[in-house]
């Protein structure tokens, strides 16, 4: 079963960890930065694949076990070959942007409950979640991108139009400025922040509750809000697109060099402080 092999693989990166039949953990574990790359892909296509599949689950809760990092960006160590030669997933969207879609569209209820840095990947899932919960001590979330001269691929243009307005959308994505969890709850980019010691017992605590309920009414009304709320799949297929052919230009390339040569994927402080150091490739 896919449970059975994010949970026994020595090399997972993203496991299942059932409180019980319908109440499930996702944990990411991908030390030291949680960076999602291209063998990460097949990790959350198993769970996703799980959810859409299982027929007890109602409530699934994203989390990290890496101090500091809820998950970040994409890998530039493998080669973009790497990525760009897997085959579209089922919805015909490529990899990431097909699991982030069908993520929205199951009926499980999906909640991010975010710690430390969401770069990225990372935003771009909390984004797809249903729902996005974060401590208000050190929560950082970014799309960093326009700093490394890329254009994000995940969905975050058309996701955070919807959910922040267009002015406050375009204020994450051309600025690449770390937003944290006060300020995100603010603006609509998570639902609620908390002080760190109270976030696990609120998010158990709904979590636990929605898994008390009725699945075929919870599948319903999530259903019939997505109706409402869901951007088509011919919005979100350009943007993996405009990555890819970011990835390939001239400045792309010099920045993420630049960056590497700082210390990105490998430097604590580069990627705690991603928004900092991008800002300094440009003075």
């Known amino acids: 079963m896919e449970i ?16 019980s ?26 769970v996703v694949s799980a959810l859409e599949t299982d027929p007890h689950v109602k409530v699934v809760v994203f989390e990290s076990a890496v101090p500091g990092f809820f ?3 994409y890998d530039f160590v ?16 490529p990899p990431l942007p097909d699991m982030l879609v069908r993520l929205g569209r199951t009926s ?3 909640i991010a409950k975010i ?35 890329l254009v994000p691929g995940g969905g975050p243009m058309t996701r955070l139009s919807r959910m922040i307005g267009r002015g406050r959308a375009l204020e994450v994505l051309v600025s690449g400025n770390d937003i944290d969890g006060p300020l995100a709850e603010r603006y609509g980019y998570v639902n609620r922040s908390f002080p760190d010691n109270e976030l696990d017992d ?46 390939g230009r001239p400045a792309a390339q010099e920045k993420i060099s630049q960056l590497m040569e700082l ?18 490739l440009w003075r």
């Open 71 to 73: 998950l970040t960006h």
């Open 202 to 247: 609120f998010v158990d605590a709904l979590a636990t509750r929605i898994a008390s309920f009725d699945k075929q009414s919870l599948a319903a009304i999530k259903q019939q809000v997505n109706t409402q709320t869901l951007p088509p799949d011919s919005a979100v297929a350009p943007e993996w697109d405009a990555f890819i052919a970011s990835v």
């Open 78 to 93: 493998p080669p973009l070959e790497a990525t760009t030669s897997m085959p579209p997933g089922p919805t015909g969207l």
């Open 115 to 149: 710690r430390g840095r969401a770069t990225g990947v990372g935003s771009e899932l909390a984004l797809a979640s249903d729902m996005r919960f974060a401590s208000n001590e050190g929560t950082l979330l970014s799309q960093w991108e326009i700093g490394a001269a």
């Open 4 to 19: 059975e092999m994010a949970q026994d693989s020595a090399h997972a990166q993203i496991r299942i960890e059932p409180r």
């Open 108 to 110: 499980v209820i999906s």
């Open 263 to 280: 210390g990105l994927q490998k430097n604590h402080d580069v990627e705690a402080r991603l928004g900092y150091y991008t800002g300094t």
């Open 21 to 46: 039949p319908s109440y499930w953990r996702i944990i990411i574990d991908n030390p030291p930065f949680n960076i999602f790359g291209p063998d990460t892909m097949p990790q959350l296509n198993a």
